[in-house]
Each structure stands twice: as C-alpha cells, then as structure tokens.
C-alpha cells in the first residue's frame, strides 16, 4: 500500500509542514484502540463518528479495536471554507441507529473550541444512551470556548490550523496520510 506523505505541502496556496508523522498517528490510535477495548470488554459501543473530519481517525481507530462495536454518523458544518470556526454549527446528517440503553463513543477529528462536541453531546443524551464517551484525535486545549469533558485525547496540538489525516482546508487535504500544521503560525 502506498500512502501520499511529502513533508510539507501546499494546499490551497497555504504552505503546510508535517506535525505528527503517519507512525506517530499509527502508534497513538494503536494505544487508544487498546484502552477502549479494555474499557468497553463485554460492552459493544457505537463508535458515531462526526463528519466530515473524523472518517479517517474513525476507520483506522475501529481496526485498532477487537471487541464487537457498531458504527453511525453525525454530520456538522462549522469552519465552511475558512481557518477558523465560524462559532455556528448545523446538523446536516443524523444517526440512524437506536441508541437507547446503548454505549456510546463519540469520534471527533478534533476539538478546537468545543462547540461541536457540546452540540452534539447535547443531542446525544436527549436519546437517553446507557453512557457517552468522547474520543478525539485531536484537542486544542488553549482555544476551549465550552464546557466539554474529552475522555480519550490523541495528542494535544498548540491552537494553530492543522490539515490531513481528514482534516481539510476549503474541502482539500483530506487525503493526505500525516497531519500537517499552517507554516505561516510558525
Ligand atoms: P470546534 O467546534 O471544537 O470549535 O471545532 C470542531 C471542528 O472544527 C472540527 O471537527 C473540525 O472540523 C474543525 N476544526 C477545528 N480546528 C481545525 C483545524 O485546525 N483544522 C481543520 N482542518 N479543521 C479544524
């Protein structure tokens, strides 16, 4: 398999330089699969991830992990096309599984301000789940605007735009295999 890892990029006009490489990415969610499967044994979860930044951490954290669990999606929009978060969020996808008296993780690519988590956990325990836990690949603890509780945390980044691994800047980067962070914040 090949995996597309130049060590700085240009996205959309904007240089990037690599943050966390494609092994330091692998051994971390190697680990948090690890602790979710002793955390969750004889428990089956719902990983619901949050698109559209999680996919990636969600599909390679799910293969990390070996008791039986589920999947569903939320999506929101946040950022539109911009580098920082507009401060409002929307719905645009709802789960479509039952989550009633079930275990839930909630999969974020990351948590920057918190708002979309705060939003989303907000909808969650409406549908009365037996317990919500959120994981994220990411968390920007310095940008934290909302009150969210994060149980399972990557890595800690200083609260500078980061792209790849999922993470776009105007829809682009996604598809890059590392996480990558803006140069000009250097
Ligand atoms: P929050 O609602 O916590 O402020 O932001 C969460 C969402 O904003 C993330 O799920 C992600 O889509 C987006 N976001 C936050 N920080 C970054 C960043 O540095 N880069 C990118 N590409 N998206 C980000």
Redesign the pocket.
Known sequence: MSFYLPDTVNCNGEEFRVLLSEEVLRKRIAELGKQIDEDYKDKKPILIG?LN??FIFLADLMRCISIPCEVDFYK?S??GDE?V?SGN?EQRKDIDANIEGRHIILV??????????NYIMNIVEKKNPKSVKVVSLLC?PE?IKYHVKVDYIGFEIPP????GYG???AQEGRNLAQLYVLKEND
């Open positions: 949050v930044g999680a929101l946040s950022y580098k978060s969020v974020e690519d990351i948590v920057d301000t918190g708002l979309s988590i920007k940008s500078k735009f980061v792209l993470l776009d800047y």
